[in-house]
């Protein structure tokens, strides 16, 4: 039972976390990127979509990973070269998004609700012996998919890179001081811009590794993960460690909620809204602390 609660958390974890880490990029940079909701979204759509008509997993991943860059640096080109809001941009981008694969699905597939897809192989949970025999612990450690995996390994890289190479360094001096990075002839806007492509990559992850797995699409599928993932970046403090920690708290809060659910005979629509009553709390929690250490 523990074992199965724990495989739920991490499963409810990763599309956080994903599009947190792409997230913590752009906040690195000084400029945080609000459109990781839709970008999340479009990829849940055309991942499956475009795994459906080739009948790879690898070229939805990846096609899900293009189209979620493709509205980053579309966001990016707004707020950096055509000086526009860069906060309403990212909304343009959730907005755009969740209209536009209604639409699709509607006029290409043929229904506004959920579609099920069947020409592909869904992303296959390994099982790895050694993890897999362990007691009690067997099943939390074991029987993920590929993507799963690699969330928590992109976890480690990032931080490697963040604090151990020099785009991190120059990242962060970019996101601290812009205009002493100009002084040393760091090129802030190729950082920023690099950043949101950044985000656009982990985002269509995220959303690849929603819709794949369960070869379906809904409309709205994204269901405000990344929202919340925004609430983990910041939670995170420009640290991947502490996205990953924001990370599972939430999806613990996701994974009560479906358990509750499963167990309970409470509304099943007031159940829905844990994950996102501990977001509003977390956040309130972090803006007292932040206040009492300014005092």
Known sequence: MIGE???????????????????????????LNIGLEGMMLSSCFFSVLAADMTGSVVVGVLSGIAISTAFAGITAF???????NIFVAGLATNLMSAGLTVFLSSTL????????????EPLGRLQIPLLNDLPLLGRALS?????????FALVIITYF???????????????????????????????????FLLSGVFCGLAGAVLSLPMRVFVGGMSSGRGWIALVAVVLGRGNPLGVLVASLIF?????LSNLLQAVTNLSADLLLTIPFFVTLTSMVVYAMRKQVRHD
């Open 78 to 84: 707004l707020g950096i070269k055509l000086r526009a």
């Open 109 to 120: 597939l043929g229904s506004k609700g959920t579609v099920t897809f069947t020409s592909f």
């Open 161 to 195: 890179v963040v604090f151990k190479t020099p785009y991190g360094y120059h990242l962060q001096t970019v996101g601290k001081n812009p205009e002493t990075a100009r002084s040393v002839g760091i090129s802030v806007e190729k950082h920023i811009v690099l950043s």
């Open 5 to 31: 609660f724990i495989h739920t958390v991490v499963s409810m974890t990763v599309p956080i976390l994903l599009a947190a880490l792409g997230g913590l990029f752009t906040d690195l940079s000084g400029i």
């Open 251 to 255: 999806g613990a809060a996701s994974a």
């Open 143 to 151: 029987g993920y998919n590929i993507l799963e995996y690699l969330a």
